[in-house]
């Protein structure tokens, strides 16, 4: 066939073989999914490994397969390459794989393993190949997310889907017999309140996260964590935009609502400094926890594990999510010495509830020149008021801890009293980290907490609760209303009443639902005979809302309904009310129509 004719027969087909090889990698996909989970969610014998690592090898030939017909009927091959590069790569080392494979024999890999001297080279080999597998699985999530124009769907309604399949994902890894230490797995439900609390960024727990799960669950929580905290669609779109062509406007708006962004172009490009940002923190966090760590007061049974009881801290203390490895996490005996260990966890959680957009403007080195430059130029108006509000809360927190509960402060240094009643007031806006039993505190400091959790951390942070920004405008609004000026003006610069209608429908919207599942609560943890104590139900509810995480020890106690209540929260905190109410709403026909003017007594 002439190069002409075969071309034409490429440009006529392209489009028919695009279909087919996606509806095939979909299908391959959920395969290797089924593999991976059957891989490392079950206890396998020998046989059984050496059986699935031979599906594995005819994955990995489905995926050369796939991606050369990609190229083949790629317009423009060379493009296509440049695009495809990562894939490419790994399909290049297949392709050697399997070249060795065929000369030398099926052993060959893991004869490299053994001259490397690894302790299993047999275990080494399977895990880097199951490993391999898993990255080219990534690889085909990412690509298949930039596929979300084709749902006619909102993108608010695409990023609460995503926290929902996540969540119920979480929840079915974490019932696999390896998960939990004793090797039956956890009850679905429990597994539901666990995956909705670590993807939800919460830190309430059913059981203890240290004691109850194996390293392969403390994996699958960090992960959910991980994801949860920025935001899985966000992680799909910087992997689709770093490792094909690009993105699209719906990625592009999801990263808008999401990031607080003013503009699309500006989305795209915070989004990038995002994850840069994350990564450094979360990096810079684990290696000072990890060096935090006194070996006089706890011992960890290796090397490795102290690596990773480091970095599971850090990400969950900047994602604000609040679980621990400790048992009884920073609340047991060892850890409650470990000060240095507070400070970290408190500037890391601290990081994570300001804001990206104001870490970057704050930290951002060209910023940082500008400002040197022309010392004029000072923080944004986005910037001074989450961090300012954000400091007079935990200033007024620390100071109300060390006063109300001084007493149970007397048997430490007044530094060591001062760093408790800081890291108090940090993560009671935030992380659910605590080295008090709230339980036992004062009726005045739990309404403080209540207070504190409520208007939570930063818009476009880790954090939940109403945020800063709204709590802020909502007072410049009532000083507005009793001064009679029409607008509130800051820096020059006025806040327009559309946002101020949004502070206020988002505050009468928690303030509803959190009054509808205190009552819901109040109903389904009754006891016959026994009078219930409202305080910890409230706590319980606003710390979950606010995606906050701390108990008045009643999280182990609640009932089969009350699990379902404190999920359903988590998740309206962490998706935000005002997402939620956009997501499932319809369309307005029209507003155009202006009616008399009526007048109403208020007050």
């Excluded at 090397?303 to 599971?312: D, H, L, P, Q």
């Excluded at 409230?538 to 995480?549: D, N, Y």
Aim: net charge positive.
């Amino acid at each position: 066939m002439p190069w002409s004719q075969f071309d034409y027969f490429i440009f006529r087909n392209n489009q028919r073989a695009e279909k087919i090889t996606q509806s095939i990698s979909y299908v391959v996909l959920l395969i290797a999914l089924s593999l991976l989970i059957y891989r490392y969610g079950f206890v396998l014998s020998d046989l059984e490994r050496e059986q699935l690592m031979a599906w594995i090898g005819g994955l990995f030939v489905c995926y050369t397969l796939l991606f050369g017909t990609r190229l083949l009927f790629a317009y423009d091959r060379l493009a296509f390459l440049r695009n495809e590069r990562v894939e490419a790569l790994l399909i290049g080392l297949l392709a050697i794989r399997a070249l060795n494979n065929l000369v030398f024999g099926t052993k060959i890999s893991l004869y490299y393993f053994q001259l490397f001297s690894f302790e299993h080279p047999q275990l080494a080999y399977e895990h880097f190949w199951t490993l391999f597998l898993l990255l080219l699985v990534l690889l085909e999530i990412a690509r298949a997310s930039t596929r979300l124009p084709d749902l006619k769907i909102k993108p608010g309604s695409t990023f609460l889907l995503s926290f929902v399949i996540l969540i119920f994902g979480g929840a079915g890894l974490l019932t696999l017999p390896a998960m939990t230490a004793n090797g039956q797995g956890m009850p679905f439900l429990n597994a539901l309140f666990t995956s909705a609390s670590a993807s939800c960024v919460t830190g309430l727990a059913v059981e203890d996260t240290g004691l109850f799960f194996t390293i392969k669950g403390h994996l699958v929580i960090l992960l959910l964590i991980q994801l949860g905290g920025l935001g899985i669609v966000l992680f799909a779109t910087f992997f689709a935009s770093f490792l094909s062509a690009g993105v699209g406007l719906k990625h592009q708006s999801l990263m808008q609502d999401h990031l607080s962004s003013e503009s699309l172009a500006s989305a795209k490009e915070l989004l990038r400094k995002v994850v840069f940002i994350t990564i450094i923190i979360e990096a810079a966090g684990a290696v000072l926890i990890y060096f935090s760590f006194d070996d006089g007061l706890w011992t960890f049974k290796s090397e490795g594990e102290k690596i990773f009881s480091a970095v599971f801290h850090s990400i969950s203390g900047f994602c604000n999510a609040g679980f621990s490895l400790f048992p009884g996490g920073y609340y047991h005996p060892a850890i409650q010495q470990m000060y240095w260990l507070h400070v970290v966890t408190a500037f890391s959680i601290i990081f994570g509830g300001i804001g990206f957009t104001v870490i970057e403007d704050i930290f951002a080195p060209v910023n940082i020149r500008e400002r040197i430059r022309k010392p004029w130029k000072g923080w944004q108006l986005g910037t001074k008021i989450p961090l300012y509000s954000s400091l007079v809360l935990v200033a007024v927190g620390t100071i109300a801890f060390m006063i109300l509960e001084f007493e149970k402060l007397t048997d430490r240094t007044i530094i060591e009293a001062f760093v408790t009643a800081f890291f108090q007031s940090v993560v009671t806006r935030t992380a659910g980290f605590n080295t008090m039993d709230f339980g036992a505190l004062q009726v005045p400091t739990v309404i403080l907490c209540i207070f504190l959790m409520f208007i939570g951390a930063a818009p476009g942070s880790t954090g939940g609760g109403i945020k800063v920004n709204t709590f802020v405008l909502i007072l410049l609004a009532a000083l507005r209303n009793i001064k009679g000026a029409k607008y509130i003006v800051l820096q020059q610069r006025y806040i327009s009443n559309d946002l101020v209608n949004k502070a206020f429908t988002l505050l009468l919207f928690a303030f509803t639902y959190n009054s509808l599942a205190i009552f819901l609560l109040s109903i389904t943890e009754a006891k016959p005979g026994v009078r219930l104590d409202l305080l910890p139900l409230v706590f319980e509810q606003i710390s979950a809302f606010a995606t906050v995480g701390l108990s008045m020890n009643l999280t182990a106690t609640l009932s089969d309904y009350g699990k379902i209540i404190m999920i359903i929260t988590m998740f309206v905190g962490r998706v935000g009310p005002l997402t939620l109410a956009v997501a499932l709403s319809t369309t307005v026909k029209t507003n155009a129509l202006k009616y008399p003017r009526a007048y109403l007594m208020i007050g």
